[in-house]
């Protein structure tokens, strides 16, 4: 019994010193930065240890403007793109011949390079001295009037951002959601359509509760990820996001690190955190909401 203790802890070595080092060692710095007020990277020192940090990002106008934009990133795309992606399953899960092709052609997004999609959409958007761009071709055809979406109002910029990021994430969400709904038992529908049910009701009680688990995965990793978003919003905003009013909590942070002003690690670590705080809190509750709908 103890040897084969003690090879399991031999096997699991490699992975702990790779999450000690990279993930648990970081974060305790993080952790000491963010308390360290006044803190000169130059000379790496600071004059005392407190919350300082914390109040300055809490209070930085910039720090409040990505929160927001952050949240609505998420409030919106998430359930979007999820229930989108679910529809488009349900589709390709009843089409039997060239369903592989449809798949493939759906998942295409998610294999490109995201600056390079960016830059697609920022094109399709941004309005130029020689055009309006072709959303905007679209918009006059129709007889609206011609948007400046990438550098006009708040919502044009967070409509884009919010199109963009749901184009990206859904192909990841069909192909998972594809794959749960190829696992339900067959059998379950066939016994569901001699009783006489409904395409709704078999819908409502055989297929959502089956693939609820995927779908709380989804949800759950579309919130870390949708909060953790940066680089998307360079691809279409360009690098100085403050000025376009559409920066992230992430994007803050690598801000107060490297950007025109940078050099504060301890407020980009005071910042890290209350993402970290954020995101934790949020993965808790729909986990708790997981597992209480999985109970009943």
């Not at 959409?121 to 007889?143: C, E, H, Q, R, V």
């Not at 038992?185 to 089956?210: C, N, Q």
């Not at 909060?227 to 992430?250: H, P, Q, R």
Request: glycine share 6%.
């Amino acid at each position: 019994m103890y040897k084969n203790s003690a090879k399991a802890w031999l096997y699991l070595l490699p992975a702990l010193i790779f999450l000690s080092v990279f993930m648990i060692y970081p974060l305790f710095d993080v952790m000491i930065y963010s308390v360290e007020e006044g803190y000169n990277s130059a000379s790496q020192t600071y004059f005392g240890v407190g919350a300082y940090n914390y109040r300055y990002v809490l209070r930085d106008p910039y720090f409040l403007q990505a929160v927001k934009n952050t949240f609505i990133l998420v409030i919106i795309t998430v359930p979007v793109s999820t229930g989108v992606a679910l529809l488009i399953s349900l589709g390709l899960n009843s089409i039997q011949k060239l369903r592989d092709l449809f798949q493939t052609i759906f998942f295409l997004p998610y294999v490109t390079n995201t600056l390079a999609v960016g830059l697609v959409f920022m094109i399709l958007f941004k309005k130029t001295p020689y055009s309006d761009g072709f959303i905007n071709l679209i918009i006059n055809a129709f007889g609206g009037n011609t948007i400046d979406f990438i550098e006009g109002p708040y919502w044009a910029k967070m409509f884009v951002m919010c199109f963009y990021t749901i184009w990206v994430v859904m192909p990841f969400k069909i192909l998972i959601l594809t794959s749960a709904l190829a696992s339900v038992d067959k059998d379950l529908y066939k016994a569901a359509k001699v009783d006489g049910a409904t395409s709704f009701r078999i819908f409502r009680k055989i297929t959502l509760p089956m693939i609820s688990p995927m779908i709380f995965y989804l949800i759950i990793t579309g919130f870390i990820g949708a909060f953790k978003a940066y680089s998307d919003e360079v691809a279409i905003f360009g690098t100085n996001l403050n000025a376009a009013g559409m920066n992230t909590i992430v994007g803050y942070v690598y801000d107060m690190l490297y950007g025109d002003s940078g050099g504060y690690p301890s407020y980009a670590s005071a910042a890290a955190l209350i993402l970290f705080a954020i995101v934790l809190t949020i993965t808790c509750i729909n986990l708790l909401a997981s597992r209480k709908t999985t109970v009943s």
